[in-house]
């Protein structure tokens, strides 16, 4: 018997046909591809849950700086969903996340800033940490983004996140 959720099939446990993959514009979960902007609330959920069992915890975080409101969904090893208008508008890895979430580059929580230079050539370092910021970050035009420890090349990524988040209010 198949388990729907949100009018979607969900494989049995253990049987996933793929994992997750983190993109700049969305992400890949149990073999489908879901883009900000146009994967409706309830279906990021319910193929994320296929992926990563269901949600630990769904709740609004506000106005975060971008004038609406921002939805939420964590899951296990630190993987937060997005939600503006009831549409998937961001993914975050917290850090002690999973370091196994990875993009499709193969960048995630543990990465040297050498090998996030080397995945995304075009990344952009910028540190905040001299303005109470949050110290050194990685910013990429369409993502991903991240926290960094450092600035060197053997610094490593400690947050990473794209679309529109209340991590960075971006």
Request: net charge neutral; hydrophobic share 40%.
């Amino acid at each position: 018997m198949m388990t729907m959720l949100g009018g979607v099939a969900l494989a049995a446990p253990g049987k996933d046909p793929a994992p997750l993959v983190l993109a700049g514009d969305g992400l890949a979960a149990g073999g489908k591809t879901l883009k900000f902007d146009r994967t409706a609330k309830a279906q990021a959920i319910a193929i994320v849950t296929v992926v990563r069992g269901k949600p630990l915890k769904l709740g609004n975080h506000g106005d975060c700086g971008q004038g609406d409101e921002i939805g939420f969904a964590t899951f296990a090893g630190g993987l937060e969903l997005s939600f503006v208008k009831g549409k998937l508008s961001g993914w975050t890895v917290d850090e002690g996340g999973d370091a196994r979430l990875r993009t499709a580059r193969g960048i995630g929580l543990g990465s040297t800033l050498a090998a996030v230079r080397k995945a995304y050539p075009d990344v952009d370092i910028e540190d905040f940490s001299d303005s109470g910021g949050p110290g050194p970050s990685f910013q990429r035009e369409g993502g991903p983004n991240g926290f960094l420890n450092g600035k060197t090349a053997s610094a490593r990524v400690t947050d990473l996140w794209a679309g529109a988040t209340c991590m960075a209010g971006i």
